[in-house]
């Protein structure tokens, strides 16, 4: 069966699809074409271009100069694109390509276009004729837009991230010199939102910052600017405002957040912020005095009172006491490399025979001129700039060492609240008591009391370390704090030194009686040793031995010595009890 014809004829051509006019193809891709005369600065276009300008008349676009005045947001950009692109000699031109603006009048939108084409030289080597073509790229305008603007906006809030908000605060700071204006930078600071954190989980806590963010906002006039800082804080430049005008600002934040609960998946949260500010020239000329005097003032109106506003003032007094404390610094990280720490021994003794127990090791920094800095003198700097674990280390080192050297000495060691939670300080004291047998035995560590409340839990942990290598431990300053006798027990410790300024005063004072007396009873019945300090004379020293405390020390007993008490004649006895 012969087989059947296919529906075209054998010899018939099969069918193509007509190519359509480049005109065609051009207005269906919204581009047009054109020709630049620069010499005679003429431009003549494709008939697609009345599509990709309408309502401009033809005349706008007939030579350069006129299309120049078109375009945003420089005149000249077209021009600059030929004469920033390096001449290529031969017959195919030089490649060039450009993105501007183009409206007829200021009510109109702007159309983005991309022009694309290629320039000859003349004889000098420069432009004397373009082709090209233009396109309509508003899309991709708008999305590299976009991307620029969430590069400087906090992703949470929208408002400004924090590299952007220094920007315009340095921008605020030199329009205010430049137009002899005022303005103030204001830090506010949501209080206690790691609670909320812990309470209700982070994505709750994003919604009051959130909220907080919103409400600010909405306080905020016309050319004031709002920026994230930092995770719980924002910063706000508000231009044109004198000091008062900054009060009346600051609560009017303050009870824009107060006044009115956030609500919340989980429910409504109760928020308050504190807010620190400076005064813009007046006492910040640059946006780093600008930053740390706002942080100073929000630190110390969060000290204050939660939800309290602080502006920063001038004070001779802090600003001395800031010198001093750079000066320490360096000095401290000085005296370190040139192991110039050193250690005092006060002696603690029995209350009921004065026999001694044991000596506190005192810090202290030989300052190379025969001048000596006490332990009042560089605790208290090297804890606020975080340089006590240097120096814990280093007196560690030092205790040990004398420890080891006198195989009868006992010696206690005060550490600090921040030391005690340094992984690297306890791996240093256990290489040492390995390395040392013996040693750890006649160690007492000594823990100030605020450390006990703070972090109870894991104080425990590295006391019942310690333990095991056989140390003692101690309260240092008990009373000064919160610490609870309950506390004491779950603790463990072994001796509760009560703090001096209870202990100066039992003669003159009855409050103080009592209170020292309860101490020493209670820690009896825990079978805790009880130390009694800054033991002034015998008349209290008999007072605190009738009640029971084991050991004292303090000016009666001896002051802290450079000298080590175990080295002396044996004639240097310590004084007898009465």
Not at 182 to 191: H, K, N, P
């Amino acid at each position: 069966m012969p087989a059947q014809d296919s529906p075209l004829s054998r010899n018939e051509a099969p069918l193509t699809p007509a190519l359509p006019q480049a005109s065609e193809i051009l207005a269906a891709l919204g581009e047009a074409l054109f020709v630049w005369d620069l010499a005679s600065d003429a431009i003549v276009w494709g008939e697609q271009a009345g599509a990709i300008f309408p309502g401009i008349p033809a005349e706008r676009l007939a030579t350069g100069a006129e299309f120049a005045k078109l375009i945003e947001p420089a005149q000249t950009l077209r021009s600059a694109a030929l004469a920033q692109t390096s001449a290529v000699h031969g017959a195919d031109g030089t490649p060039y390509r450009v993105e501007y603006g183009v409206r007829m009048n200021a009510s109109d939108p702007l159309v983005w276009i991309e022009e694309t084409g290629r320039w000859f030289a003349g004889a000098d080597g420069r432009p004397t004729r373009a082709i090209g073509s233009i396109r309509i790229n508003n899309e991709r305008h708008a999305r590299d837009e976009e991307l620029t603007r969430l590069a400087r906006l906090d992703p949470l809030t929208g408002e400004l991230n924090r590299s952007h908000l220094i920007a315009a605060l340095a921008e605020a700071i030199e329009e205010t010199s430049r137009f002899r204006s005022t303005a103030a930078f204001m830090l506010v600071g949501i209080d206690h939102l790691a609670r909320v954190n812990d309470a209700f989980g982070f994505d709750v806590a994003d919604a009051v910052i959130l909220d907080v963010a919103r409400r600010i906002r909405t306080r905020l006039r016309g050319g004031d600017v709002l920026g994230r800082f930092s995770g719980n804080k924002f910063g706000l430049i508000l231009k044109n405002c004198t000091v008062d005008d900054m009060n009346v600002a600051a609560e009017r934040f303050l009870a824009g957040v107060r006044d009115e609960v956030v609500p919340t998946k989980s429910g409504p949260v109760s928020v308050t912020v504190s807010i620190g500010a400076v005064s813009l020239p007046r006492y910040a000329r640059n946006t780093d005095e600008a930053i740390n005097r706002a942080h100073e003032t929000l630190d110390a109106a969060k000290r204050r009172r939660a939800g309290s506003f602080a502006a920063w003032r001038p004070d001779a007094t802090r600003d001395a006491q800031r010198r001093v404390n750079i000066r320490v610094t360096d000095e401290i990280v000085t005296a370190l490399n040139e192991r110039r720490i050193r250690l005092a021994y006060e002696p603690v003794v029995s209350a009921a025979t004065r026999e001694g127990a044991f000596h506190e090791c005192l810090v202290r920094m030989d300052q190379g001129d025969g001048q000596v800095l006490l332990a009042p003198d560089i605790v208290p700097v090297a804890e606020r700039l975080g340089l006590i674990r240097l120096v814990d280390h280093r007196v560690l080192e030092l205790v040990v060492a004398e420890l080891a050297a006198a195989p009868d000495v006992r010696l206690s060691l005060n550490i600090s609240p921040d030391t005690t939670m340094d992984p690297d300080w306890w791996a240093g004291i256990e290489s040492l008591m390995r390395a040392h047998p013996g040693v750890a035995e006649r160690l007492i560590v000594e823990i100030t009391e605020t450390v006990a409340i703070q972090d109870i839990d894991d104080v425990r942990a590295f006391v019942s370390r310690l333990k095991n290598f056989g140390s003692r431990i101690a309260i240092d300053d008990f009373g000064a704090g919160y610490t609870s006798f309950r506390n004491l027990r779950k603790l463990g410790v072994d001796i509760v030194k009560i703090d001096g300024a209870f202990v100066q005063n039992i003669i003159h004072s009855a409050d103080d009686r009592a209170f020292v007396q309860t101490l020493i009873d209670l820690a009896r019945r825990l079978d805790i040793k009880t130390v009694a300090e800054w033991v002034q004379d015998e008349e209290a020293a008999a007072m605190l031995r009738d009640w029971g405390c084991d050991y004292i020390q303090g000016r009666l007993i001896g002051l802290a010595s450079a000298d080590r008490p175990w080295c002396q004649p044996p004639d240097s006895a310590l004084p007898a009890a009465s």
